[in-house]
């Protein structure tokens, strides 16, 4: 958890004493909770303002930083990042309307990373255990255990509850690539602490994180290698927009290989990372200053006594029936810990599903919802619905209507013409 808060300058120590306060005295625990809430990141956040809201006695529990992934560690500091991206790749095409920008406009890299750490801690008073237990919830610090049906232990505290839900989301995970642990890398949980600018980057993975990210650094400045699977770039996306966006990147000057499933890392010279993949046709040596794995997210499960009250989980996370319950009936789970669909707004609206079936005997299903996605690339790309590959897998005929940017007259005046819109 350190590194999110280096370096500890005071946009930082602002965001440490939000999300992780030091020396915070938690509230004496009530005899019984209606809901006890383990993870306080998107999930968790909702699912216990909301039962606070409806008047229940709720618990929240956060072993690390309060807001998750979201507030410390993804959506925020990556979007700050590439609205700095976007900006800089504006003034370089200014030319292209009629605009002159003089020479010598370049990135300041140390103070992009501190707008991001300075806007990141205005934003995580939203987050914080001041605020969520102004909305009359028990906020405790630890980690959580449950300990029998009805109890959660923390830091020696016993909570009773009855109704319990797992939100305690996902972290990086690296994958399994031949010398990896003999050299220092970066993930989405460390990069953001970076204060100078790789000259060299080295990207492994091709989802929204890693294409995200070597985009933006490449846009900075850093000679950014991107290193994929077979599937290829953004391989859960329409392959025709996935083609778009790497076509893109590519001018933007990122280098795109395969291999990384045959990928071997080693250290090179002056803290550096050697990586090399040895094919016949497609082989390639690189040497990079920086190395970010982007290619791995595992549940977070471990500590949390899920065996003593009979919850199961596997290597994708906690079981879940279609009503967000686990395999113990009064014990339910929300958001990255139990879906596919890692986002922030699907934890949004499976939480919201998650109490009306806890508190209320609801029936609201998991797979009735209908997660809509975004890929902050430029261009961005955005997706909602089945695709034609799911449909034809459940006896769905369909026709596709096409309509390419560059026949859009908006699209034309605004200089975005790559690019389509598809309905299927």
Request: proline share 5%; aromatic share 8%.
């Amino acid at each position: 958890m350190n590194e999110i808060f280096q370096p500890l300058d005071r946009h930082n120590e602002l965001l440490r004493s939000s999300v992780f306060p030091d020396n915070y005295n938690p509230p004496k625990p009530q005899t019984k909770y209606n809901l006890v809430v383990i993870g306080a990141g998107t999930a968790g956040l909702v699912a216990s303002s909301i039962g606070a809201g409806l008047g229940g006695k709720v618990a929240l529990i956060e072993r690390s930083a309060m807001g998750g992934d979201c507030l410390n560690v993804g959506c925020v500091p990556s979007k700050a990042i590439i609205s700095c991206a976007r900006v800089y790749s504006s003034i370089q095409q200014a030319g292209d309307y009629g605009i002159t920008v003089p020479d010598g406009s370049e990135v300041d890299f140390p103070k992009v990373m501190e707008r991001m750490r300075r806007l990141r801690a205005e934003i995580s008073p939203h987050d914080s255990v001041d605020r969520f237990s102004k909305l009359g919830i028990d906020v405790y610090l630890g980690q959580a255990r449950f300990v029998d049906s009805e109890t959660v232990e923390v830091n020696g505290t016993r909570l009773k509850f009855a109704k319990a839900i797992i939100a305690t989301g996902a972290r990086a995970a690296a994958p399994e690539i031949k010398g990896l642990n003999q050299v220092n890398y970066l993930t989405n949980e460390t990069l953001f602490s970076l204060t100078k600018l790789p000259k060299r980057l080295g990207v492994v993975g091709a989802g929204p994180i890693g294409v995200e990210m070597a985009q933006s650094f490449a846009l900075f400045g850093s000679e950014v290698t991107l290193i994929t699977t077979q599937r290829g770039l953004l391989p859960k996306e329409d392959r025709d927009a996935a083609e778009v966006v790497q076509q893109r990147m590519i001018r933007d000057g990122v280098r795109i290989f395969g291999g990384a499933r045959e990928l071997v890392v080693s250290p090179g010279a002056s803290n550096s990372v050697k990586l090399c993949y040895e094919d016949p046709q497609y082989g390639y040596q690189i040497e990079v200053d920086q190395l970010l794995v982007a290619s791995g997210r595992a549940p977070n499960v471990e500590e949390l006594g899920l065996e003593t009250v009979g919850v199961e989980y596997s290597a994708s996370g906690v079981k879940i029936d279609d009503f967000f319950r686990t395999t113990h009936p009064k014990i339910y789970a929300a958001g990255d810990v139990c879906s596919s669909f890692q986002f922030t707004h699907a934890a949004d609206f499976m939480a919201r599903s998650v109490v009306r079936n806890a508190l209320f005997k609801g029936r609201a299903r998991h797979s009735a919802l209908v997660i809509p996605w975004s890929t902050y690339t430029a261009p961005e790309l955005a997706h909602v619905g089945l695709t034609p590959q799911e449909a034809e897998k459940r006896g769905i005929e369909t026709q596709t209507f096409t309509q390419p940017m560059s026949g859009v007259d908006r699209a034309i005046l605004e200089g975005e013409t790559e690019g389509f819109a598809k309905a299927h």
